[in-house]
């Protein structure tokens, strides 16, 4: 089974800061690797699908990147609605496994 | 639009059964595959089981393996979670969610329900 680790749990930053959310994963998956947004009392909304792809709908303030085993989500200037819980997701192979989480909160 | 109904959850005795229903629309069903995710109460989120758009493919966590069972109805355009022997740890809310593409599998979590509470508990 193929564990991700993402970090860190806690982001605290300020509105139009940077945010940058890590997910490393305890073997290759390839490009298979997505990222979803969860707010309280909500679904998980889905925001980019192999390693960099946006889904629809999705600000273009949310960029992902990485390969192998190190993923990177960066959120480039954080807007009011973006804090959250967000998971990584790995597709590369069965089980699928999601991250622990990292909670970005208002600093 | 895509819409995802969970229903079935509730307050079960550890060691019985509960089956979960999963009413879609919006969408050609029969072409989509589809999973359930659960999530325990304050803790994050855990894949449970997936099922192919044809019905010939079925993947489970290893947490309940044995134990769950997945299907889907396409003539009632509704997926199932069949759960037995529940213990205290299987307590969560337990989304179903569909797939991105349409005639594939890529395990992408495009929609999803908004949930259904299953407590474990005697």
């Known amino acids: 089974e193929i564990v991700l680790t993402q970090s860190p749990a806690t982001l605290s930053l300020s509105p139009g800061e940077r945010a940058t959310l890590s997910c490393r994963a305890s073997?290759?998956?390839?490009?298979?690797l997505g990222w979803y947004q969860q707010k309280p009392g909500r679904a998980p909304r889905l925001l980019i699908y192999?390693?960099?792809n946006r889904a629809t709908g999705i600000p273009a303030r949310f960029s992902g990147s990485g390969s192998g085993t190190d993923f990177t989500l960066t959120i480039s200037s954080l807007e009011p609605e973006d804090f959250a819980l967000y998971y990584c997701?790995?597709?590369?192979?069965?089980?699928?496994?999601f991250g622990g989480g990292t909670k970005v909160e208002i600093k | 639009q895509v819409q995802l109904v969970e229903s079935g959850g509730g307050v079960v005795q550890p060691g019985r059964s509960l089956r979960l229903s999963c009413a879609a629309s919006?969408?050609?069903?029969?072409?989509?595959?589809m999973h359930w995710v659960r999530q325990a109460p304050g803790k994050g989120l855990e894949w449970v089981a997936m099922i192919s758009f044809h019905d010939t493919e079925t993947h489970y966590a290893d947490s309940v393996k044995g134990r769950f069972t997945v299907s889907r109805d396409n003539s009632r355009n509704t997926l199932y979670l069949e759960m037995d022997s529940l213990r205290a740890e299987d307590t969560a809310v337990y989304y179903c969610?569909?797939?991105?593409?349409?005639?594939?599998?890529?395990?992408?979590?495009?929609?999803w329900g908004q949930g259904t509470l299953v407590t474990v508990s005697s």
């Open positions: 073997q290759s998956v390839s490009s298979y």
């Open positions: 919006g969408f050609t069903f029969s072409g989509f595959g």
């Open positions: 969610a569909k797939e991105l593409y349409e005639g594939t599998q890529r395990s992408i979590f495009i929609s």
């Open positions: 192999d390693t960099s």
């Open positions: 997701q790995q597709r590369a192979s069965w089980p699928l496994s």
